[in-house]
C-alpha cells in the first residue's frame, strides 16, 4: 500500500514537473478557442489587464478591431474625441500596450474602434462578441490553427508586422498604383537565363532560351530547351510567375527549379548571385 | 512490489499504445502563399486543372467562395442552394483536397478588392472553415511557405445566419463593396495590374571593402554588348552613386527590360560612362 502511495506521488511530481517547465522551454502558447457554429472560431483576449473579452479570430482580417463597449471597458478611448464623420462609431486606431489573446501577451498593438456590423450581429447570435483579433497580433507569431483539437498555438517568431494602413495609404496614392502603370518584379539576386512561353496543348510552360555561360544558372545545370515547371515549389505557367516565384530570391540564396527535360522531370538546385 | 510492478506494466503498456496510436507518419505539404498588399494570406489553386485562381486563407469565412466566373472557367455546376463540388482543387505546393465543396458567389469583400485593385492581384475566392478545418496549419510570416497538415476526421458543416449556408447575412456591409468598385474605378485601378520584371544587364557584382566590383559579365549579355569589364569599379547606377551590391540593385529595381540602365564605372583610374540596353532575363 505504503508503494502505491510512493508511485504515485511519483507521478505526480513527474507530471507537476511537466506542467512547471512547459511555459519556461518553449514561449509557444497554445490558447483554446470556441468554434461557432458557424465555423468562426473566437478566443478570450485582455486589453491591459481589462476582461477577457471575446474576439473573434480571423487571419483574414488586417486589422484588429474593437466595438466602442469594449474600449470604454477598457479605457481605450482617453484622448480620443468622437469625430464628425463616424460610420459604424469608428473612433481611429489606437495602440493597445498590453494585447493578451489567452496566455500570450504582445505588446503596443494597433486596434480600430468601431461597431463593425458583422461583429454586431455575431454578438446578437451567440453572446458578447467585441472584435476581431487580425494580422496585426497573429503575423508576430508562428501560428498553428488546430481545428481538431480546437486550438490556436503562437510561438514567438521572427516577423514584424508593418503597419497596414500606412501600406495600404501608400499605395492607393503612389503613382505606380496609378491608371496604366506597370509593377516593376525586381529579385534580390541574378541567375542568368531568359525564357520563351510556349503555348502547349497540355498547359503552358516556360522554355529556357538562353542560359549565360557560367553564369549562375549554368553552373547549377540549367539547360536551353529545359521546361520551367515550378520554381521554390510555384507554379511557373507564365513569365509573371516566374518573376514573383523569383522575386524573394538574394545573393548565395537557393532556389528549386524544376525542369522537364527530354521527357524527364529533375529538380535543380540554382544559386542567386550578386548582380545586375 | 506487485503492485509497483503492474502500474509499470501499465505505464508501459500506455506508451506502447500511444505509439501505435499515433498515425504511421503524417504527411505535411508546404503551401507557397503571397502577401498581398492589404495582408490578406494569398495562396493560389488549380480547379479541375483550370487556373491558377487567387485565394484569400480566411478563418473569419465559413466556407470555401469562389466567383461565377471561375465556377464557369472551371466547369463547377452549383446546386439549387448555390454550392458546387470540384472535382479536383490542387493547391499550389501539391496539396489535393478531395471533395472540395464551395459557395459559388462574389463575396463584397472580394468585390471590393478587386475593384480597387488592392492585392496586386485579381482574387477570386475565399478558403474559409470547411477546408480549413480539415487541416492542421502553421503559418509563418517569416516564411514564404505554410505547412498544411490533413487530419484525419470530418468537421461539422457549418450554418449561416440566413438559409444560404453563410454570406447571405453580412450585417447590411454590402454596400461597401460597389462603394469600392465605385472608387477604385474613379481612380483607375485593374484587378490585375501589368506585372514586368527588372531588366537584365548580365555583370556579377562583388563588394570590396572600398566599394563595388565587376566579377565578372556575362558572355553575350547586354553589358558585354556596352563594352563594361571584369574588375570595373561601378561608381554609379542610374546617376546615383553605390557603395555596395545591394544599393546598386535598389538603383535599377525599376528599370525593365527594354529600357535603358546609366552605369558609371571606373577603369584604370578613368571615369567611363556606359549605356545598357536591358533585356529580359532573370
Redesign the interface.
Known sequence: MK??II?VLLIACLSSHVRAEAPVASAAVTVPFTLL?????TVPVKLNGKGPYTL???????MSIVNNRLARDAGLLKDKPVALFAPFGSRGEVKVKDFEVGGQKAADVKVAIMD??????FSK?FGPIDG?VG?PF??RY???????KKTLTFEP???N?PD?MQ??LR??LSPE????????????A??????NQENRTS?PALVVD?V??????DIGGLKKGDRITLV????T?T??D???A?S?IK?NGAVQVEVERMGKTMTLELLG???? | MRIYILMLTGALLAVGAMVAAEPAKEKSYEVPYRLTLPKHLMVRAKINGKGPFNFILDTGAPALFFTEAVAARAGVKADEKGWGECERFELEGGLVIPKARGRIDTPFQLEGMNGMGLAGAEIHGLIGYNILAQYRMTIDLASDRMLWTPMAWTPERPIGFGDAGGSAAQGSLEFIGSMMKGLGGMLGRKATPAVTGRGQAGILLRDEVDGVVVASVLKGSPSDTAGVKQGDRLRKVADRSVTSSSEALDFAAKHAAGKTLALQVERSGKSIDLTINLVEGY
Open positions: 508503494k502505491t508511485v457554429k458557424t465555423g468562426h472560431m473573434i479570430f480571423d487571419t483574414g482580417a488586417p463593425h456590423p458583422t461583429v454586431e450581429l447570435h476581431i494580422f497573429f503575423a508562428k501560428v498553428t490553427v488546430d481545428y481538431q517568431g521572427t516577423y508586422p497596414v501600406a495600404m499605395a492607393i498604383s496609378a491608371d496604366g502603370a506597370v509593377r516593376v518584379v525586381s529579385g534580390g541574378i541567375l542568368g537565363f531568359g525564357v498547359g538562353r549565360y555561360l557560367g553564369g549562375p544558372a521554390n515549389k510555384r507554379w505557367d513569365p509573371a516566374l518573376l514573383e523569383l524573394t545573393p548571385a550578386a548582380g545586375l
